[in-house]
């Protein structure tokens, strides 16, 4: 999806400001929005890639406008809605209006810590031999889903090279539409800076991860 979100390669925004000795949250609200997302994530009731899609969906002028926990707090209210789990009623007020649905599974207070260290692990059996290898010589497709895509708008059609397979992997495309995890082999490209950014670029490359629908040979190398 081409939205807000997609902010690489973009002019006019300014510099990053990093705030100096920044606290984890600015505000106990942050907090919250925080531990429902992952309480929320924890029931099943949608997968990561679901919720990145939901948060990058919000419209452009909300996004830019909105801070990151606030970004995250309107992309879990348009999943419970969406679900069935609550009304944009019951949200706002605070207080439920009928009776609770059944959920797959209940985060428990005491399974956070164990949960956020062990993480969720990405990786999957191959579904068939890599198509590409270190060194090779590929191209990014010039895509324009209109969902969700991990491929940065400035990285497309654009020539690189192989420089690490990572095995394969949950494919974010499929998974966010509830397809299905389709694993898809992974893979980090090198992008010469110029071919990114023109000639008068600073910098000398650039690297990114792309799964291998991404990616097509260099036929021209």
């Known amino acids: ?15 990053v400001v990093s705030e100096a000795g920044e606290p984890y949250f600015h505000a106990d609200w942050e907090r919250h929005a925080l531990a429902l997302t992952i309480a929320m994530g924890a029931t099943g009731t949608w997968n990561i890639d679901m919720s990145r899609a939901a948060r990058e969906s919000l419209p452009p002028a909300q996004y830019l406008s909105s801070s990151y926990y606030e970004i995250w707090f309107a992309g879990l209210r348009k999943l419970l809605i969406e679900k069935g789990l609550a009304t944009a009623d019951e949200i706002e007020r605070g207080v439920s209006q009928q009776a609770g649905v059944p959920l797959a599974r209940v985060l428990a207070a005491d399974q956070v810590n164990p949960m956020l260290f ?5 990786s999957r059996p191959a579904p068939q031999p890599a198509r590409f290898a270190v060194g090779d010589a590929v191209r990014t497709l010039t895509l324009n889903p209109p969902t969700h895509t991990r491929l940065p708008r400035y990285c497309r059609g654009k020539r690189c090279r192989i420089v690490a397979v990572h095995g394969a992997h949950v494919f ?14 992974l ?8 071919e990114l950014w023109g000639k008068d670029t600073t910098a000398s490359s650039v690297c990114a991860d792309c799964w291998e629908p991404y990616l097509e040979a260099d ?3």
């Open 219 to 221: 036929d021209a190398e």
């Open 118 to 122: 062990r993480g969720s692990p990405a």
């Open 1 to 15: 999806m081409n939205g807000a979100q997609d902010l690489g390669g973009m002019q006019s925004f300014g510099p």
């Open 172 to 185: 974010p495309d499929s998974n966010a539409l509830g397809r299905g995890e389709d694993p898809r082999w």
């Open 187 to 194: 893979y980090t490209v090198r992008f010469d800076a110029v």
